[in-house]
């Protein structure tokens, strides 16, 4: 859904999803093998043409810094104004990015404002520009999904439904021991 409203609101041409290998702010958020991910991501978007994953960071392995990434889509897409989207929850983390300053001239940022992460002040990087898409606004978390599943819960209407049947097929995110 956020996808769509920054598509939509911004008249992009394409949404590309690029799942890292590993965030390097969060070391310990990745709870699922690569390829479960990436064939999640592809279940829940391949029937949407506004839509494309790029799995450049899955193939670099490791930890990924945007500005690698935003680099390798400059040169794919040299003639293009390219925007990163962002939850709103990482506006105040921004400033601790690799490489922020450069990545500032080169991308313009979107970001989405979730619930319980009210956006009050904008960080202050030189040349920052900042674009804040007023979207449907979703109180739900990853850590919150995996719960759901750990805990037999439903996760019909905050997850695509073939990307649940991959879930289920592959019983992810139950504990070890259920």
């Known amino acids: 859904m956020a996808a769509q409203d920054a598509y939509e609101q911004y008249g992009l041409d394409k949404v590309i999803f690029v799942p890292a290998a590993q965030a390097p702010l969060k070391p310990h958020d990745v709870q699922s093998a690569t390829g479960d991910r990436l064939a999640m991501l592809q279940a829940a978007t391949e029937w949407d043409s506004r839509f494309a994953i790029s799995d450049y960071e899955l193939k670099r392995g ?5 500005i690698d990434s935003v680099r390798h889509f400059l040169a794919l897409y040299p003639d293009d104004t390219l925007y990163w989207i962002i939850g709103g929850d990482q506006l105040p983390k921004l400033h601790l990015w690799n490489d922020i300053a450069e990545l500032a001239q080169l991308i313009e940022f979107i970001f989405l404002e979730r619930p319980n992460h009210p956006v009050r002040a904008h960080p202050d990087i030189p040349g920052l520009r900042l674009h804040r898409c007023d979207g449907h606004l979703l ?21 695509p439904h073939k990307a649940i ?11 070890s021991n259920a």
């Open 62 to 66: 490791g930890v990924n810094y945007t």
């Open 139 to 159: 109180a739900i978390s990853s850590t919150e999904l995996r719960d759901r599943v750990r805990r037999s819960l439903s996760l019909d209407y905050f997850v």
């Open 165 to 175: 049947v991959y879930i289920k097929e592959h019983s992810l995110y139950r504990d």
